[in-house]
Structures are given as C-alpha cells and as structure tokens.
C-alpha cells in the first residue's frame, strides 16, 4: 500500500510540475500566467490560500500580483529594508513560524496573519530577488514530507525563472539569449526530476542500478547518429529513463527472482509497458511521442512482441531504437537468472537478431557506432563508459580489425 501511495504522489508531483512548467512558459498574459502558476502549486499541496508578491526595486516594495483565497489584499504592498532579502533562504521552503524573530516578519506579522500565511518561499534568480510565496494553512496534512519540500523547491525555481524571464523581456527584449538559457535551466529542472523518478525505477530491482540512464544514453546516441533533431533526441532520452515505470507495481521478489518464471509472473512483467503507458499517458508531456516509445519499447519487426504484437510497418524509429538500447543493455547487464553476455556475444546477437527482433538498419547504425568506439575512433560521447574490461577483450579477441 505505502509502495503505491508514493507512487501516486510521485506521478502527481511530475505531472503538476509539467503542468507549472507549460504554464509559465504559456503564451499567455504575465498576469494570467502568475495566477495560473499559483493556482496549479496550491493543488499540489491541498492549500486554499496563498499569494504572490513581487519585487519592485523602484519602490523596493513587494507587490501582490497573485494570489488566491485573498482577494481582500491584492492591493498590499510590503516596504523592503536591505537587510530583510539578506535573511531570506533563496529557493528555500521554510515555516514562517521559525522566522518571527528577523525584523521583516515583526514589522508585517498582522498582514502574514490575514494571509493565514504557514509556508514561505524567497524566489531568485541568477542571484536577483524576485520576490516571495507565501501558502497558507493545509487542508489535509498539516507538515510538509522531505520529498514535498523538494518538490515546492523545483516549483519555486520554476517560477522564479519565468518572473525574471518575463520582467526581463519586458525590460529588455533584445536579450533573448538570457530568455533561453533561463528557460535551458528550467528545462534542466525537469530533467533531474524525471531522471529522480528513473532512479527510484531502477532501485526496485538491485541488478538493475542506473539501467534506466544507460538505456537513455544508447538511445539518444543512436538517434543522433541518425540525424534526428535535438527535440525528437530529448523525447527518446526521455522515454528511456521513464520505460520502465510500469516495474515499480511489481511485486520485487518476482523482479529478483533468480529461477525460471511462473506463466503467471511471465505475464505480470510483459504487462509493464502498458502499465507504464497508462500512467504516463495521464501527463502532459512537451514531447508527445514518449509514451508511444514506452509502450511499444517490447515490440518486434517480426511481429512477435508485446503488448500489441505490431508488425515492424507499425512500429517507429523511435519504438525500434528504444527496444533495441534496452535489450542491449538487458544483454551486457548481469541479471538474477544470468551472468551478463560479453560484448562481443551480445554484438553477435544483435547481428542475428537483426531483421526479426531488431530493425535492420538501426542494428547496422548502432554496430557501427559500437565499432567505432572499440577502434577509439568515436567523435561523440562514449556510449561504453562502463565496459573498459570488455572492450579490451573485445579486441583481444576480434584481432587487429579492432586495434587500428
């Protein structure tokens, strides 16, 4: 029950970030998306109050420019002293409470008590204040979880990089490379978020670790080679950290289970792909392939994969990547039932499997990218970072071919 339950918080946490970031980002007005934004963190929090102050360095003021449940105070305005932003925590959640002896929260302790404020937030960006969040009491748990705060911590982040990103468009319009490497940041955000949720994946099975990334890193490298887009290459990277999302319901013991599989147990796992798919299909994703990747990543050109049994004219580039990077790394990985293939065995394999379990071509791309890397004749990152001791006896045993 506690395995689920954290789960759905887990998902419910991702997908309102994804919401907060699309919003913040949105087309819409500054005023609307402020609003927007603060509406969407109190969801995540069950809090009915909340508001949204401003700094203006002109009247070195906080002004109100959103809020919700205090409507009565949208004309309120918060005189800053200089020492007042020093003692703020930047980005950091913290409880008004353990603040009412620092001189800011004395001074305006009448206007936190209307606000019913409980939970403050000091909001910066590259080193500039930029204003403050104040969430009023919960209305269901009355302490915030270790893993809440962090989440209130990216969602403070997010908002103060689209409060600077949108004061500094309004300011000055021409530096739209500062727009983008905010925006670059948030993005950076969303990632270490998601790539949160592959660890917690990975740790569900102990001869797994980092397979989520490792399939990430061979996809994304394959689809580079193929000339894909740097959009379409985030999307599969993406995919790869999330494929195997559906696991986390999976009884361990039948994840870890070091003998041959009941029919029932076999179908437990092959069920993992539309699991993965009907939770990540709830999430509104800026790359709207990912859960197609992740649903079909078990598929085959032959027909004789799952969980829809495609034929290889239905299934993608990107489905037959993705496949392709975690059978692979399943191959090279050690697993409960067997000792990891060495390389040059699971090269074999990918060889003769190619054309009924694997696409062709992208088996012909990815091989070659594999040789490549053994000659030391790779131009892109190395995609064997792990294998030293492989390698080598790949050329040992494969002959001057491979020590050019």
């Given at each position: 029950m506690g395995t689920r339950w954290d789960l759905k918080r887990m998902l419910f946490n991702l997908s309102a970030l994804v919401d907060l970031g699309q919003e913040v980002t949105s087309a819409k007005g500054y005023a609307e998306r402020m609003r927007t934004a603060v509406y969407v963190i109190t969801g995540m929090f069950s809090v009915p109050r909340a508001?949204?102050?401003?700094?203006?360095?002109?009247?070195?003021?906080?002004?109100?420019?959103?809020?919700?449940?205090?409507?009565?105070?949208?004309?309120?305005?918060?005189?800053?002293?200089?020492?007042?932003?020093?003692?703020?925590?930047?980005?950091?959640?913290?409880?008004?409470?353990?603040?009412?002896?620092?001189?800011?929260?004395?001074?305006?302790?009448?206007?936190?008590?209307?606000?019913?404020?409980?939970?403050?937030?000091?909001?910066?960006a590259k080193d500039e204040f930029i204003g403050v969040l104040t969430l009023g009491r919960r209305l269901s748990r009355k302490t915030y979880l270790r893993s809440e705060w962090d989440v209130l911590k990216v969602a403070a982040h997010q908002l103060a990089s689209a409060v600077h990103n949108a004061r500094l468009f309004a300011q000055h319009a021409e530096k739209a490379r500062e727009n983008k490497r905010l925006y670059e940041d948030m993005r950076r955000i969303y990632h270490e978020t998601i790539e949160a949720f592959a660890t917690a994946i990975d740790a569900k099975d102990e001869y797994t670790k980092n397979h989520s990334y490792r399939v990430a890193h061979y996809a994304s490298a394959i689809a580079r080679q193929m000339g894909w887009r740097k959009e379409q290459v985030e999307a599969i990277y993406i995919a790869g950290l999330l494929h195997d999302i559906g696991k986390i319901i999976i009884d361990r013991k039948v994840i870890n289970k070091d003998s041959d599989l009941t029919s029932q147990e076999k179908e437990e796992i092959k069920n993992h792909p539309q699991v993965s798919y009907e939770i990540l299909s709830k999430i509104r994703f800026p790359w709207k392939?990912?859960?197609?990747?992740?649903?079909?990543?078990?598929?085959?050109?032959?027909?004789?994969?799952?969980?829809?049994?495609?034929?290889?004219?239905?299934?993608?580039?990107?489905?037959?990547?993705?496949?392709?990077?975690?059978?692979?790394?399943?191959?090279?990985?050690?697993?409960?039932?067997?000792?990891?293939?060495?390389?040059?065995?699971?090269?074999?394999?990918?060889?003769?499997?190619?054309?009924?379990?694997?696409?062709?071509?992208?088996?012909?791309?990815?091989?070659?990218?594999?040789?490549q890397e053994i000659k030391g004749k790779s131009h892109g990152q190395p995609i064997l970072e792990s294998m030293k001791m492989e390698i080598k006896a790949f050329r040992d045993a494969n002959g001057p071919r491979y020590n050019a």
């Amino acid at each position: 029950m506690g395995t689920r339950w954290d789960l759905k918080r887990m998902l419910f946490n991702l997908s309102a970030l994804v919401d907060l970031g699309q919003e913040v980002t949105s087309a819409k007005g500054y005023a609307e998306r402020m609003r927007t934004a603060v509406y969407v963190i109190t969801g995540m929090f069950s809090v009915p109050r909340a508001a949204l102050f401003v700094y203006d360095p002109e009247q070195r003021a906080l002004v109100h420019v959103a809020g919700k449940g205090n409507e009565e105070l949208q004309d309120v305005r918060l005189s800053l002293r200089s020492s007042d932003v020093q003692q703020l925590p930047r980005n950091e959640p913290f409880p008004i409470r353990d603040m009412r002896t620092v001189p800011f929260f004395q001074r305006y302790e009448d206007i936190l008590a209307k606000l019913d404020a409980r939970v403050m937030v000091a909001l910066f960006a590259k080193d500039e204040f930029i204003g403050v969040l104040t969430l009023g009491r919960r209305l269901s748990r009355k302490t915030y979880l270790r893993s809440e705060w962090d989440v209130l911590k990216v969602a403070a982040h997010q908002l103060a990089s689209a409060v600077h990103n949108a004061r500094l468009f309004a300011q000055h319009a021409e530096k739209a490379r500062e727009n983008k490497r905010l925006y670059e940041d948030m993005r950076r955000i969303y990632h270490e978020t998601i790539e949160a949720f592959a660890t917690a994946i990975d740790a569900k099975d102990e001869y797994t670790k980092n397979h989520s990334y490792r399939v990430a890193h061979y996809a994304s490298a394959i689809a580079r080679q193929m000339g894909w887009r740097k959009e379409q290459v985030e999307a599969i990277y993406i995919a790869g950290l999330l494929h195997d999302i559906g696991k986390i319901i999976i009884d361990r013991k039948v994840i870890n289970k070091d003998s041959d599989l009941t029919s029932q147990e076999k179908e437990e796992i092959k069920n993992h792909p539309q699991v993965s798919y009907e939770i990540l299909s709830k999430i509104r994703f800026p790359w709207k392939e990912v859960v197609h990747f992740i649903r079909h990543h078990h598929e085959r050109p032959d027909g004789r994969g799952y969980p829809d049994a495609l034929g290889e004219k239905d299934l993608s580039d990107g489905v037959k990547i993705l496949a392709l990077s975690d059978a692979f790394d399943a191959m090279t990985s050690d697993r409960p039932y067997r000792q990891r293939l060495p390389l040059a065995e699971a090269v074999r394999e990918i060889e003769r499997c190619a054309g009924t379990q694997f696409d062709h071509h992208i088996s012909t791309v990815f091989i070659k990218m594999l040789e490549q890397e053994i000659k030391g004749k790779s131009h892109g990152q190395p995609i064997l970072e792990s294998m030293k001791m492989e390698i080598k006896a790949f050329r040992d045993a494969n002959g001057p071919r491979y020590n050019a």
